[in-house]
């Protein structure tokens, strides 16, 4: 008894190769905590209104800095950032403080996102990082 022998390709017998799988955009965390950041924000203006005509300026530039992003990145905007796990102390400058913190955090992403960036994303980045220590000035 012969067994007939079938030269084996691979492609031939199950089809053609599958799509490579694409990889997320490096920035999309950014964009994510970008988003993050307004929200924030946001949490500590419904805390503090009186902080409104302070804060909502910041928290549109976050928001539009984040749209810009995503147009640049040709990905669609994450799901709306959730709230902050824990919303404002009830103390007005301890609230300052925290937005102080994570917006001195935000400012050290943007300045290692864009060092890190290609030639053709730097300069929106490199703006982003300005913006945040301009925030940061807005915070003092």
């Known amino acids: 008894m012969l067994a007939t022998v079938l030269p084996i ?3 031939d017998l199950i089809g053609p ?9 490096p920035l999309v965390p950014f964009i994510t905590g970008t988003l993050a950041l307004a ?9 503090f209104p009186e ?11 976050h928001r539009t800095h984040a749209a810009e992003l995503n147009r640049v990145t ?3 905007p994450p799901s709306p950032a959730a709230p902050p796990a824990t919303g404002p ?11 102080r913190a994570v917006e001195k955090a935000g400012l050290e992403e943007a300045i290692a ?15 982003i990082a300005a913006a945040r ?8």
């Open 133 to 140: 220590a301009t925030h940061l000035e807005m915070l003092r």
């Open 113 to 127: 996102a864009c060092l890190a960036a290609p030639d053709d994303r730097a300069a929106l980045l490199g703006s």
């Open 51 to 61: 902080l409104a005509e302070r804060l909502e300026p910041i928290a549109r530039a």
């Open 39 to 47: 929200a924030r924000y946001d949490a500590t203006v419904d805390a």
């Open 74 to 76: 040709a990905t669609e």
């Open 89 to 99: 102390s009830g103390d007005l400058d301890a609230a300052l403080d925290a937005l």
């Open 9 to 11: 390709t691979g492609c």
């Open 17 to 25: 190769a599958p799509e490579p799988t694409p990889t997320a955009d």
